[in-house]
């Protein structure tokens, strides 16, 4: 099965078309940028003397970028060329990531800068979903995404390392741990312009379909649908929003471990994720889209618990490599089955609006982690509140949609 699986990958790799291959490498190209940023800028804030609540905030800031944009972002998605919005998005993130990591360490700015680096980044996000569907066709299209997940991911590995091996081997040269992660950021930043050189060259046309108005974004035709494939992602988002963004930090402060450390611990669960991306189409093929999706949500949740419990650096390191790859093992299978469920004029609405609700919960629940790590000295409150609406989650998910099936 999982040789069959493989093979059927490469050869829908190999079939892709031309504009497929070049949204492809930029997105890894703009990948070790967004990596780079995932793993190292809270390890830099907190350099520049920055506490877990004002982190939360800033990351709360880019959270509501994205959801200012969520909407609007669709219909630029139903009337701009897909090439020029990603163009638009890359450019935009590799000026917002030079600028969080040069400005002065003042909240309110940063906060200023993380909320445009979000509404940019969504403009590429949302436009993607229609844009695979319009490129490819419903043999390869779960491949694709499984695909597209994995060389994300790649990017992350490569840069999840290489920035924090060149931050500590810039701290040494220059003195200051707060300068090696500025300028290894910064240099990631520039690595992400890259992107520009194949998005340029992309010629797909805007999404086929009437022109639809506000209110059909805000209200969707098939509302109903929207919202049960929402709400799921909307826990997840709430549950993530509480302990993901500081995991860099936990490992930090409960083990010690230091830039270079983190990328190591970061590269690997990046590439056990990769095998995870390539593995979802396969297990999707196999099970089925619902039943790969709830069981591989609750077969990380013991991982989590470990980590919360856990004063062993090696057991934290294996509970957050399992829970990495099993969690992200169905975000290509939730994104091709929530594709492939609504009507073809419904994909960018539904790609918005499930944007929307995972960045509305990261945006509450960031700022709501940060305070409640501060508060009660640690991070164990905040890793059970996360299990339990995981749980929510998956058990929404099966309860709407354990008899359907979609193709592709």
Same mark, same amino acid.
């Given at each position: 099965?999982?040789?069959?699986?493989?093979?059927?990958?490469?050869?829908?790799?190999?079939?892709?078309?031309?504009?497929?291959?070049?949204?492809?490498?930029?997105?890894?190209?703009?990948?070790?940028?967004?990596?780079?940023?995932?793993?190292?800028?809270?390890?830099? *804030?907190?350099?520049?003397?920055?506490?877990?609540?004002? &982190?939360?905030? &800033?990351?709360?800031?880019?959270?509501?970028?994205?959801?200012?944009?969520?909407?609007?972002?669709?219909?630029?998605?139903?009337?701009?060329?897909?090439?020029?919005?990603?163009?638009?998005?890359?450019?935009?993130?590799?000026?917002?990531?030079?600028?969080?990591? *040069?400005?002065?360490?003042?909240?309110?700015?940063?906060?200023?800068?993380?909320?445009?680096?979000?509404?940019?980044?969504?403009?590429?996000?949302?436009?993607?979903?229609?844009?695979?569907?319009?490129?490819?066709?419903?043999?390869?299209?779960?491949? *694709?995404?499984?695909?597209?997940?994995?060389?994300?991911?790649?990017?992350?590995?490569?840069?999840? =390392?290489?920035?924090?091996?060149?931050?500590?081997?810039?701290?040494?040269?220059?003195?200051?741990?707060?300068?090696?992660?500025? =300028?290894?950021?910064?240099?990631?930043?520039?690595?992400? *312009?890259?992107?520009?050189?194949?998005?340029?060259?992309?010629?797909?046309?805007?999404?086929?379909?009437?022109?639809?108005? =506000?209110?059909?974004?805000?209200?969707?035709?098939?509302?109903?649908?929207?919202?049960?494939?929402?709400?799921?992602?909307?826990?997840?988002?709430?549950?993530?929003?509480?302990? &993901?963004?500081?995991?860099?930090?936990?490992?930090?402060?409960?083990?010690?471990?230091?830039?270079?450390?983190?990328?190591?611990?970061?590269?690997?669960?990046?590439?056990?994720?990769?095998?995870?991306?390539?593995?979802?189409? &396969?297990?999707?093929?196999?099970?089925?889209?619902?039943?790969?999706?709830?069981?591989?949500?609750?077969?990380?949740?013991?991982?989590?618990?470990?980590?919360?419990?856990?004063?062993?650096?090696?057991?934290?390191?294996?509970?957050?490599?399992?829970?990495?790859?099993?969690?992200?093992?169905?975000?290509?299978?939730?994104?091709?089955?929530?594709?492939?469920?609504?009507?073809?004029?419904?994909?960018?609405?539904?790609?918005?609006?499930?944007?929307?609700?995972?960045?509305?919960?990261?945006?509450?629940?960031?700022?709501?982690?940060?305070?409640?790590?501060?508060?009660?000295?640690?991070?164990?409150?905040?890793?059970?509140?996360?299990?339990?609406?995981?749980?929510?989650?998956?058990?929404?998910? =099966?309860?709407?949609?354990?008899?359907?099936?979609?193709?592709?």
């Amino acid at each position: 099965m999982l040789l069959d699986g493989v093979s059927r990958l490469l050869r829908a790799a190999r079939g892709f078309r031309p504009d497929t291959r070049r949204f492809l490498a930029g997105m890894f190209l703009m990948g070790l940028g967004r990596g780079a940023m995932d793993v190292h800028l809270n390890l830099y *804030l907190r350099s520049r003397g920055l506490d877990e609540a004002a &982190i939360g905030r &800033i990351l709360s800031a880019g959270s509501a970028g994205v959801v200012a944009v969520s909407l609007p972002a669709a219909l630029l998605a139903d009337r701009i060329r897909a090439g020029r919005l990603f163009l638009l998005s890359a450019a935009g993130f590799a000026l917002g990531l030079g600028l969080l990591v *040069l400005a002065p360490p003042e909240p309110l700015l940063l906060s200023a800068i993380h909320f445009g680096v979000g509404a940019l980044f969504t403009v590429h996000w949302v436009a993607e979903g229609p844009f695979f569907l319009q490129s490819e066709g419903p043999g390869s299209r779960t491949e *694709l995404f499984g695909i597209a997940h994995a060389l994300e991911t790649v990017a992350t590995i490569l840069t999840a =390392w290489g920035t924090g091996a060149l931050a500590e081997a810039l701290a040494a040269r220059l003195g200051s741990e707060s300068d090696g992660l500025r =300028w290894a950021l910064a240099a990631a930043g520039g690595a992400s *312009l890259l992107a520009l050189l194949p998005y340029a060259r992309i010629r797909a046309p805007p999404a086929a379909g009437p022109r639809r108005g =506000w209110r059909e974004y805000v209200v969707p035709r098939q509302a109903g649908l929207v919202l049960r494939l929402t709400l799921p992602a909307f826990l997840v988002g709430c549950g993530a929003g509480l302990t &993901i963004p500081f995991l860099n930090l936990y490992f930090r402060d409960r083990f010690g471990v230091g830039p270079r450390g983190i990328g190591g611990l970061f590269s690997v669960s990046q590439l056990l994720m990769v095998g995870g991306f390539l593995a979802g189409p &396969i297990l999707a093929r196999r099970f089925g889209h619902v039943r790969a999706i709830v069981a591989t949500e609750l077969l990380s949740l013991p991982f989590f618990l470990l980590l919360a419990v856990t004063d062993r650096l090696e057991v934290a390191a294996g509970a957050f490599w399992m829970r990495a790859a099993l969690m992200n093992m169905n975000h290509p299978v939730a994104a091709a089955f929530a594709m492939e469920s609504v009507d073809e004029d419904q994909r960018a609405v539904l790609n918005s609006v499930r944007s929307f609700a995972w960045n509305l919960s990261w945006m509450v629940t960031a700022a709501l982690g940060g305070w409640i790590i501060k508060e009660t000295g640690g991070y164990a409150a905040s890793m059970f509140a996360t299990i339990g609406l995981y749980l929510a989650a998956a058990g929404s998910f =099966w309860w709407w949609f354990r008899g359907r099936v979609v193709g592709g």
